[in-house]
């Protein structure tokens, strides 16, 4: 009996703690370093994280990947959706009573407009996500609720899509009066209100009290300080900010943790964050095959993560998907691709003997880096020496980022460091890159690939799982047989933040779980 | 001193002209492109239709003549046009700024005189002793240790020893001066050190130099106390040199602190121009060039009003 009353105490002890840990508390502002400033305004031209650490936190989207739970997508605006048979269908019902941060009501006929202004954007803007949006036939507001997506054909991924956080949701009459207003000014029905922008220094939001989620958010604002390199870590610990949601390195970790220790709690995971090598398959002699399979087989991904995983916030080895993820190659089937599985001596012999059957046994070219040092320049480096093992002289050229823009778009390289940084792991997103050049502006590589579009298309298709991943698997097969690219690594995002940072969970993608909503400061 | 005055002003239009010829064709020479870098850098599906589009409506598909012409015309009129990656104004995001370089560089500037005054003076009149060699070793310390690495160790410190570091935003001088100390003292002092050692060594070897000159050696023959004679005979001559240093030294200061500026993270000119250069923003980059290069020269004209209060010799006629 007394053993019995013991283990219900306890078992009362753990609960009540729980439930205590769990009690969203409200008030407080977080304080949020961020790498650079947001360039543009406009959700809907915008790519990268800084834009989405300051809107995503304005601005409501029609479905979202739930924060606590990824990739599961969920609702934002909308309360609940059906699927028609064929799946060509999808029908929307939206949260009743919403409103945009003027007070203005948010109906269907604004998620329609702004979705179609991703699809198919008026003449002058920008919408860098209209090509995933092509299997959208129309898309139409049916009342004031209801909003109803038709597409061509099937699409398996459409809710992935449409969950992306920059997929922000527009006032439609603000829009007909100007179709640039969301590059000047921040209106959305997203948790915070604008507050103030400070150039070059900070980005503030207030709580927006008429949130459609009832009780959300919990804080009463948050401010992002823009700030780079020894300034970040240095303002983690002396508790000048809360966090930094991209990433830091296991250095920069363990001094935070050796320096606040148990103030800051620590996150980390696999993320969807990709650098690579790109052959310009346009340019001799990368135009032979030979000669880039020796150059991606010459690479020891295992051993090198050993060493990079120490020094950067890169490290993790897979192919073409994040290591991890349910569509990803197992390390069995990893093992199998080229370049990957093997001994590296026996791999380094036959790159030797590829280069000497090319013609180019002492092969010697620029390789273009963007020069940003951690981690371009520190897994440059190392390349260069996997690449001198087989005889080869790689000359590592720094590029300034528009110089390493402009190489990537027009091709003006022989071999260049490329990158992927993507808010999903969502196959048709990360695959799209992969597709001929006239079907994708991120060929960087600059081929022409049928056989890689024929199955592109066909996995958007595909519902059941195991076909899909038996698809996919072809395309990472078939990118590295011909030697396109050559994956290096994925990166292992590590955050830092104040302990009294709840209920903010690490997704897999520095682009997520970013607008704060159902997160709180403990007092 | 009106004339004078005026022939340098007038002198100071052909340097600006010169700069901004200079900046406007060496950024159309190196590779790269803003549009590029602004729509498709981090991965937008972007046309080559749009790409022309926003190359016109920056009006970069106009001949570089006209480019320049516009330019200069509105540059004259105190309009620096608007920055191709953020859109505002280039004099706004300037103005938001300068206040504090030049703070910086004010407060660096004062902290290096009230250095290197005393001990540079101090040197040069016990040349060879021990207190010399001392002073010599704190300045040559000074000069070859980065100012920026100096700001990282004085960060690291406070963190070390208070678990403190410097304010992280910027609060105007007349706002609250104790939380605008509180942030700028420190790269103050990290750059102050450097501009200390520099000025130091100089006001030691030009008054080693005067100290040997005629007038000094009959002066003293004369009796003149040796406090009287070094204050008013061998200081205000040895200056001269020294000023030239610490008023080009503060011209530098006003947007050279860019490492510096990143380490304390100073919302400054410095940063924004790294920045500027990163977006390949040509509009902002000529804007803040344009500005200092007017720095410069104002800090010139200042120089040389200063030399003829300092030596009667100089006339305001040269």
């Not at chain 2, 009149?125 to 207190?131: A, F, Q, V």
């Amino acid at each position: 009996m007394r053993g019995l009353t013991a283990a219900a105490a306890i078992v009362l002890a753990l609960f009540s703690q729980s439930a205590t840990a769990q009690e969203p508390v409200r008030g407080g502002t977080l304080r949020q370093a961020v790498l650079a400033e947001p360039y543009t305004l406009d959700c809907h031209a915008a790519t990268t994280v800084y834009v989405t650490s300051a809107l995503a936190p304005h601005y409501s989207t029609l479905v979202r990947y739930d924060p606590q739970n990824y990739p599961k997508v969920i609702g934002d605006l909308a309360e609940n959706w059906t699927v028609s048979e064929d799946g060509l269908t999808y029908t929307f019902k939206l949260v009743p009573g919403v409103k945009f941060h003027d007070g203005s009501p948010l109906t269907a006929r604004d998620v329609a407009v702004s979705l179609e202004r991703i699809r198919k954007p008026p003449k002058g803007i920008v919408s860098a996500r209209g090509p995933l949006f092509q299997r959208i036939a129309s898309i139409e507001a049916v009342d004031d609720l209801t909003v109803v997506l038709r597409l061509s054909q099937p699409e398996v991924a459409l809710l992935e899509l449409l969950a992306n956080p920059l997929n922000c949701v527009y006032s439609a009459a603000k829009l007909e009066t100007d179709p640039h207003f969301p590059e000047k000014q921040v209106l959305g029905s997203g948790p915070f209100k604008f507050k103030e922008r400070v150039s070059g220094s900070t980005w503030e939001g207030e709580r927006y009290a008429d949130f459609h989620r009832k009780g959300q958010p919990y804080l009463d604002g948050f401010k992002l300080f823009f700030m780079s390199g020894p300034a970040i870590l240095n303002a983690l610990q002396s508790d000048q900010v809360d966090t930094e949601f991209r990433s830091l390195t296991p250095q920069q970790r363990d001094r935070l943790v050796a320096a606040r220790k148990d103030t800051v709690s620590v996150q980390s995971g696999t993320m969807t964050t990709m650098i690579k090598i790109a052959f310009n398959t346009q340019r001799k002699p990368f135009d032979d095959v030979r000669v880039r399979r020796a150059l991606n087989l010459a690479i020891d991904r295992t051993g090198g993560s050993e060493v990079i995983s120490r020094v950067t916030f890169m490290g993790g080895v897979g192919a073409l998907q994040r290591p991890g993820y349910d569509l990803a190659e197992t390390p069995a089937e990893l093992a199998k691709l080229p370049g990957y599985g093997g001994d590296i001596e026996a791999r380094r012999a036959e790159a030797r003997r590829l280069l000497k059957e090319a013609g180019v046994p002492n092969l010697s070219f620029a390789f273009g880096n963007r020069n940003v040092g951690e981690p371009y320049v520190t897994i440059g480096t190392w390349v260069i020496d996997q690449w001198r093992r087989i005889g080869v002289n790689a000359r590592q050229d720094m590029l300034e980022n528009p110089v390493w823009v402009a190489s990537r778009a027009n091709g003006q390289f022989d071999v260049l460091m490329d990158a992927i940084a993507e808010a999903t792991d969502e196959p048709t997103v990360i695959f799209s890159k992969y597709q001929s050049r006239d079907k994708t502006p991120f060929n960087t590589a600059k081929y022409e690939d049928r056989e890689i579009d024929a199955l592109y298309e066909k996995q958007r298709a595909e519902l059941d799982p195991a076909k899909r991943k038996e698809i996919l698997a072809q395309i990472s097969r078939r990118v590295l047989d011909q030697a396109y690219y050559a994956p290096l690594f994925w990166a292992n995002r590590i955050i830092v933040s104040n302990a009294k940072l709840k209920n903010w969970k690490l997704a897999p993608s520095q682009f997520l779980n970013l607008d704060l909503a159902d997160i709180w400061l403990d007092k | 001193m009106t004339g004078f005055l005026l022939r340098r002003i007038a002198l100071m239009i052909p340097t600006l002209l010169g700069v901004a010829v200079l900046i406007f064709l060496m950024l159309r020479v190196l590779p790269g492109d803003i549009v590029e870098a602004k729509l498709r850098g981090d991965g937008a599906a972007v046309s080559a239709e749009l790409i022309a589009t926003e190359r016109a409506r920056l009006g970069l598909d106009r001949s570089l003549p006209i480019q320049f012409v516009e330019w200069v015309s509105r540059a004259a009129r105190g309009d620096l046009g608007v920055s191709m990656w953020t859109g505002q104004p280039v004099t706004s995001e300037i103005g938001l700024r300068i206040g504090l370089s030049l703070q910086v560089a004010v407060m660096a500037a004062l902290i290096a005189t009230l250095i290197a005054l005393p001990l540079g003076t101090l040197s040069a009149i016990y040349p060879g002793t021990p207190l010399d060699y001392v002073i010599r070793l704190v300045a040559a310390s000074g000069m070859a240790v980065p100012s920026f690495w100096f700001g990282m160790m004085l960060i690291l410190m406070l963190l070390y020893l208070f678990n403190w570091a410097p304010p992280i935003t910027y609060t105007p001088f007349w706002q609250d001066p104790l939380a605008n100390l509180n942030q700028l003292i420190w790269p103050a002092l990290a750059v102050g050190y450097r501009y200390a050692a520099v000025a130091a060594r100089m006001v030691r070897s030009s008054l080693l130099e005067v100290l040997q000159e005629d007038y000094i050696r009959t002066a003293r023959a004369k009796g003149t106390p040796e406090r009287d004679l070094i204050w008013r005979h061998a200081i205000r001559n040895g200056l001269l040199p020294t000023i030239t240093i610490v008023g080009l030294e503060f011209a530098f200061l006003v947007g050279g602190l860019v490492v510096t500026e990143q380490v304390f993270n100073l919302n400054g000119i410095g940063k924004l121009l790294v920045q500027s250069v990163a977006h390949y923003d040509y509009v902002m980059i000529q804007g803040i060039v344009m500005v200092l290069a007017l720095v410069f020269v104002l800090t010139n004209l200042v120089l040389d009003i200063l030399y003829v209060w300092l030596d009667p010799r100089i006339e305001w006629s040269r």
